[in-house]
C-alpha cells in the first residue's frame, strides 16, 4: 500500500510542475501546494466516499479560498478525487464563497 500512495504522489507532483509551467494562477499557490494544502480533506472528496469534511478540511478549503479551488477542480484530473463531490466541499463547510465557483467551473 505504501508503494501505491508514493506512486500516487509522484504523479500528482509531476501534473503538479507541468501546471505550474503552464498557466497563471490568480490564487498565489501553484496547482501543487493548492493540492498540498487540502490534503485533510482527502477522504471527504474520494469517489463514493460518504465522509463528510472535517473541521481541518473546512478550515483549509477558508485558508485557500476560491480562486484556488476553482484552479483544482478545473485542473489536470486528479487520481483517487470526485471532482463533483470537491465542488460541493464549500457547501459542506458552510463556506460561500457566493456563485463564484459554480461560475469559474462552467468556463
Do not use: H, Y
Not at 3 to 9: C, D, G, R, T, Y
Not at 53 to 68: E, H, K, M, S, Y
Amino acid at each position: 500500500m505504501e508503494k501505491k500512495e508514493k506512486s500516487m504522489l509522484m504523479v500528482v507532483v509531476v501534473l503538479g510542475l507541468m501546471v505550474q509551467g503552464s498557466m497563471g494562477f490568480p490564487c498565489g499557490s501553484t496547482f501543487f501546494s493548492a493540492l498540498v494544502q487540502l490534503i485533510p480533506c482527502r477522504a471527504s472528496v474520494a469517489p463514493f466516499s460518504p465522509i463528510p469534511p472535517n473541521d481541518a478540511c473546512c478550515t483549509a478549503l477558508r485558508v485557500l479560498g476560491q480562486p484556488c479551488l476553482c484552479v483544482l477542480v478545473n485542473g489536470p484530473p486528479i487520481s483517487g478525487v470526485d471532482r463533483s463531490m470537491a465542488m460541493q466541499l464549500p457547501e459542506k463547510c458552510n463556506v460561500n464563497f457566493g456563485e463564484l465557483v459554480k461560475e469559474q467551473v462552467r468556463t
